[in-house]
């Protein structure tokens, strides 16, 4: 009992490393068996440091930040290493597979020889090695051949050779040395082996066809590792590696690409290209405004209500708070989404209410880009006040009420406390929360995709940009929309470019409010 | 007891993390199939597993991530051999080098619509089990019969939208290329044109010749007043209120309209200037992947289990889209609103399933939007999309 109440910690570290290990050793076995090397590797390395933080004394304290820093390596750093190499590839549609996997996709296409002929096959296994030989029979030409899966060589035999034992045909024979006859569903089974038997024959390839048939084929496209070339011995055209592509000046490209590097590419289409940079300005002027309307106009709400709610002689506070609290409850999707009706130019309930109400007229929401954009404005305010209400709530607690009664006494005016207390002992806590707002709102794609999808569109658009699209919508649509399909190289070039953006706002914001923390340290 | 709990659901959602999925192995069919196929699939592996002595394996994924994960689980050969999904998706998996041709043995079998939409070139891609394509939904208490030319049609649209009967004449989701694709081909539109050898070619794009444009401005007419500009739900809500008298979409309507009680009836769309219009066909079908290690077990399967009446209209009975397969398809033709979408889709256009496509939507989006809320003319709209889509065509964007 003494024994265990003095190292229960200690059991329980080991417990938990025994786990641990047991754990990295089954994911260690499984990577090496699928192949993934470098995973191993990896895996190896952070048991190694695991063991030794937990075990060794002088380390002991690092095992505190050890998991945090794991995680957020794994959810911070990896992620933003990756979309950087991403940039500078040419993954996305027609470009997914890596190389090997092309030229070994490339290189099981055929072709048919100029005379093409077709075999049934009898097949007969040796369960004991794993071997087979099959009998292939021509019925049109009345020729048989043999061939065996160990040297994969195949030779012309005839009815009345030794073997068949007098039988007239192949698929009556049960057994040739020890090598019984395969009925179908044993043939389905072995389907694996016999699918992937490639044997020679003339010039050239007799590959399983169908459940019932082999057939002859020609191997089309040969790659050259010397060269790093690709022969297409139908017509002896040559392929050379162009831009994640075999390509060859008459015929053009192969079809499928494979993932290649491709340095600045990316960014060189961002950066000269001028039908992405003319919307770019635009839509980055928007997004600008954007965030910063939402921004304020969210504050300037909550921190109306805030005051309101702050004051202790006010009935039913907390009812008003809590029905305040309603629209950040909702799941946002939703209540997007129902705002998208509620706008609805011919349709919807606001409009309706505009056309009843006399000296207004209905409003042409979603298809004018000045009302769409007071749309969503409006509906980020119902969105987004009862965070700021809430935050603002948190602070105004915070602020040290003998401050009021000291500047009552001094005889200021309601406004200049607020003034000059409320509002700078305010930005000190709540100036951070207003600069990551900002970030958040600058990147809000789910407000704008689904309200409008960026929409309404531009008349005369050389890109497709739309009236609201902000920057990370552009990009979607940029990478998404245009063109051939998917295209993740550019994609992650306009995310990386866009980080930069809001890291260098979001760098001035923290130097402008920590401007304000020296207010504080002043007082 | 608190800590061991957290460390025993931390150990469990690890061994989650590292259990591995299935994935194509010889010898065992691995399929990819949303939920409203899993069940007829389940049925139907039992028969293939006793007959060949080969397990078959179905994993149900939600119908929209079997395209996108079999781009990234099948290159790292965690992927199936047999995938449910649209033939649209069919450029893209291509260009990909993720899909596989097929042989079909019975291809006179099925409707032409069906094998021309998974053809590529010359090879098969897909074995087709069902038929989609929008047609024309009107409300029996509101008109006896829908129009059958475009000109019935228009002066229907003015009438009703000034007579008291119903709210509006016609509603369809705008802007919608897909639906108002129909208007287009039957004034003599297209997307894409082909070259000799039946192969779309991606810079002949008709979306901007006489027909488009005519279609789009005598759209635009319509939706200057008499048509609301409504999108999907919208429309559908004014629809099953009994506020106008006809709705163009497809087949997928069909429960919605029931469940309001109208009394619908469901044809092709009205001729224009004699033309039959055509609309977009979807087909549904099965294909096989490129890293699949049972290439031949597979087309066994679809071609001795899928392939064939029972299976066909089994699939028809639980999703209500109309078979490919014409022995099912007869059998689903007594009901007259399968029988309806079988009419229009037999003047169907596949949908392209080229990469380029990607680059058409929303362009084309874009000048029909402009049209209807009357900023642009027709002519300069279309023209306008067209140059867009070109140009990121062209310089590869």
Do not use: C
Request: aromatic share 14%; charged share 20%.
């Amino acid at each position: 009992m003494n024994f265990w109440q003095k190292n229960k910690a200690h059991i329980f570290k080991l417990i938990f490393l025994a786990f641990f290990n047991a754990l990295a050793l089954l994911s260690l076995i499984i990577s090496i068996s699928q192949g993934g090397y470098i995973l191993a590797v990896i895996t190896v390395f952070i048991m190694i440091i695991i063991n030794f933080v937990y075990l060794s004394d002088r380390f002991y304290p690092l095992r505190y930040i050890l998991p945090g820093t794991f995680f957020m390596i794994l959810l911070v750093v990896y992620p933003i290493f990756y979309t950087i190499y991403i940039s500078t590839t040419n993954y996305g549609t027609g470009n997914m597979l890596n190389k090997d996997q092309v030229i070994n996709h490339l290189e099981n296409r055929t072709y048919l020889p100029d005379e093409p002929r077709t075999f049934n096959f009898t097949a007969f296994k040796n369960e004991e090695i794993d071997q087979f030989k099959i009998i292939f029979e021509d019925r049109e030409r009345e020729e048989y051949y043999m061939a065996d899966t160990i040297n994969r060589e195949i030779s012309q035999i005839s009815l009345s050779d030794a073997i068949f034992q007098g039988l007239s045909s192949p698929s009556e024979l049960e057994e040739i040395n020890g090598y019984k006859r395969l009925d179908r569903m044993q043939i389905i089974q072995n389907l694996g082996t016999l699918e992937a038997l490639k044997i020679e024959f003339a010039d050239n390839e007799l590959r399983m066809e169908g459940i019932n048939t082999f057939a002859l084929y020609r191997q089309r496209f040969v790659y050259n590792s010397a060269n790093d070339t690709i022969i297409d011995q139908r017509d002896a055209h040559e392929y050379v590696v162009r831009q994640g592509h075999f390509y060859n000046e008459e015929m053009g490209r192969l079809s499928p690409g494979f993932r290649t590097f491709v340095g600045f590419r990316n960014y060189r289409r961002l950066l000269t290209d001028d039908r992405i940079l003319q919307p770019f300005f635009r839509v980055f002027v928007w997004t600008f405004i954007w965030a910063l309307l939402s921004v304020a106009t969210t504050f300037a709400l909550g921190l109306l209500l805030a005051l309101v709610l702050n004051d202790k002689d006010l009935r039913f506070r907390k009812l008003y708070r809590t029905i305040l609290i309603i629209p950040y409850a909702m799941p946002g999707f939703i209540s997007i989404l129902i705002w998208r009706g509620l706008f609805n130019p011919e349709v919807g309930v606001i409009n309706r209410i505009l056309e009843a109400l006399p000296f207004v007229d209905a409003l042409p929401f979603m298809n004018n880009i000045f009302w769409t954009r007071a749309a969503l404005v409006l509906v980020n305010l119902w969105l987004g006040f009862p965070y700021m209400m809430l935050i603002t709530l948190g602070a105004l607690q915070s602020i040290n009420p003998s401050l009021y009664e000291v500047s009552a006494i001094d005889g200021a005016s309601i406004w200049q406390r607020f003034r000059y207390i409320t509002l700078p002992l305010l930005f000190i806590s709540v100036g951070p929360l207003l600069v990551s707002s900002f970030a958040y709102n600058f990147n809000n794609f789910n407000l704008i995709y689904l309200f409008n999808a960026g929409r309404p569109a531009i008349a005369g658009a050389q890109t497709p940009a739309g009236g609201t699209d902000i920057l990370i919508t552009y990009t979607y649509r940029l990478s998404f929309e245009t063109g051939r399909g998917a295209d993740f190289g550019l994609a992650s070039a306009v995310t990386l470019m866009i980080f930069i953006i809001v890291a260098t706002i979001t760098w001035f914001n923290f130097r402008f409010t920590g401007a304000l923390e020296e207010v504080k340290e002043n007082e | 007891m608190k800590k061991a709990l957290t460390l025993l659901i931390v150990f469990l959602m690890l061994v989650g993390l590292v259990q591995t999925v299935g994935a194509s192995t010889p010898g065992q069919l691995l399929i990819w199939a949303d939920d409203t196929r899993t069940p007829v699939l389940e049925d139907v592996k039992g028969q293939f597993e006793e007959e060949y002595g080969v397990s078959v394996i179905i994993q149900e994924k939600p119908f929209g991530d079997i395209r996108d994960d079999l781009a990234i689980e099948a290159p790292a050969g965690e992927g199936p051999d047999i995938i449910v999904g649209a033939h649209d998706w069919m450029g893209e998996l291509i260009a990909n080098g993720l899909i596989e041709e097929i042989t079909l043995f019975s291809e006179d079998k099925f409707m032409n619509a069906g094998i021309e939409a998974f053809s590529w070139g010359e090879e098969l891609y897909g074995v087709p089990y069902a038929i989609e394509a929008v047609g024309l939904f009107y409300n029996k208490d509101i008109i006896d019969e829908a129009p059958a030319t475009f000109e019935e049609f228009k002066e229907l649209v003015i009438n009703l939208r000034n007579s008291d009967k119903a709210d509006y004449g016609f509603v369809m989701p705008q802007p919608d290329p897909y639906h108002s694709f129909p208007f287009f081909s039957g004034f003599g539109g297209y997307v894409f044109g082909t070259d000799a050898n039946g192969v779309l070619n991606p810079l002949d794009i008709g979306l901007n010749n006489e027909g488009s444009v005519r279609a789009l401005s005598e759209l635009a007419k319509l939706y200057d007043g008499y048509i609301p500009n409504v999108d999907y739900p919208t429309m559908m809500s004014i629809f099953t209120a009994g506020d106008a008298a006809m709705m163009l979409t497809g087949p997928w309507a069909v429960a919605d309209i029931r469940a309001a009680g109208i009394d619908y009836g469901f044809t092709s769309l009205p001729t224009m200037d004699g033309n039959e219009p055509r609309p977009f066909v979807g087909v549904q079908g099965f294909m096989v992947s490129s890293f699949s290690e049972n290439k031949i077990l597979s087309q066994l399967f679809l071609n001795d289990f899928v392939a064939n009446e029972d299976v066909m209209y089994r699939f028809y009975e639980i999703d209500d889209r109309p078979p490919t397969f014409i022995p099912a398809g007869e059998r689903a033709s007594e009901d007259p609103d399968t029988a309806g979408v079988l009419a229009s889709a037999e003047f169907a256009v596949p949908m392209p399933a080229i990469t380029e496509m990607a680059a058409v939507w929303s362009a084309w989006e874009d000048a029909i939007s402009l049209s209807l809320t009357q900023e642009q003319d027709a002519q300069e709209a279309l023209d306008n999309a067209v140059q867009q889509i070109l140009r990121t065509i062209e310089e590869g964007m």
